[in-house]
């Protein structure tokens, strides 16, 4: 997707509901924010979300079992340090969601807004599911940025992905209580069956809708994944009144 231009991977996000841009971010930046993530990994600093706080299958029972201390994501990545900071709101994803959304864009302080971590043995799979679910803004059309800060493949949990899936409708019925796409009705295999496994290397990111399903497997690899995660909206696009979504308030990419 290198080669592609803006409007083109505008274009393939609306129409694929992600589209990947290699070299976004180039090495020395990258490798930055991997020494800042490392490094505050290694000292549990806080914010930080476990995976036996999640309850998915596989994961430890609580904190205090074994594994229980495994980080699933560093939370609140925009109050972490100034790179991320200047990352999350850099000029080229500025104006990419401007162009976008067709107005000035605001990331979202509610939502990912993180790094997240996949780790070997006890860093839990991922159902199938659209993170809108979580969400409450007057319109469902919002795009996370993922940045790899290594290589990411199917052996060490990268995402899976449906292509065009956005685009479709579902009622309640094909989401389980926890509103996870249900992978045992014929109907949603079918639509799982055409998912995709984007492989991406340190500085490729991925832009994918709100609405396009996706689920990750578990890292089978020695090594701990680590991947960066921001979400935008249009300026216009504002969060539901006493929502989780509105109880952080975001950031414009204008700088006011």
């Known amino acids: 997707m290198a080669s592609l231009s803006r409007d083109e991977q505008i274009a393939a996000l609306r129409r694929d509901g992600l589209v990947v841009v290699r070299n976004f971010l180039d090495d020395d930046a990258c490798a930055a924010l991997l020494q800042i993530a490392r490094a505050q990994l290694n000292a549990h600093i806080e914010p930080i979300e476990y995976e036996a706080d999640l309850g998915y299958p596989g994961a430890p029972t609580s904190r205090e079992a074994d594994g229980g201390r495994t980080v699933r994501r560093l939370l609140d990545a925009w109050s972490r340090d100034e790179a991320y900071r200047q990352y999350a709101t850099c000029a080229p994803i500025r104006d990419w969601m401007a162009a ?25 799979l991922t159902g199938w ?61 079918a639509i799982i069956e055409r998912a ?61």
């Open 129 to 189: 599911h659209r993170d809108f679910r979580y969400w409450s803004f007057q319109r469902d059309d919002m795009v996370s940025i993922w940045l790899a800060l290594g290589d990411e493949a199917d052996r060490n949990g990268a995402l899976h992905l449906v292509p065009g899936s956005h685009r479709e409708s579902f009622d309640a019925s094909r989401f389980d209580e926890r509103k996870f796409f249900r992978d045992d009705l014929p109907a949603n295999r």
């Open 100 to 124: 976008y959304f067709g107005e000035p864009a605001r990331l979202s302080l509610a939502h990912h807004n993180c790094v997240m971590t996949k780790h070997p043995r006890y860093g839990t």
């Open 196 to 256: 995709i496994v984007p492989e991406l290397h340190a500085g490729d990111v991925m832009f994918f809708h709100c609405n396009t399903l996706h689920a990750a497997d578990r890292n089978a690899t020695d090594e701990v994944k680590f991947s960066a995660v921001f979400t935008y909206h249009a300026a216009s696009n504002r969060p539901l009144p006493g929502t989780r979504s509105a109880a952080k308030g975001s950031i414009s990419l204008e700088g006011g």
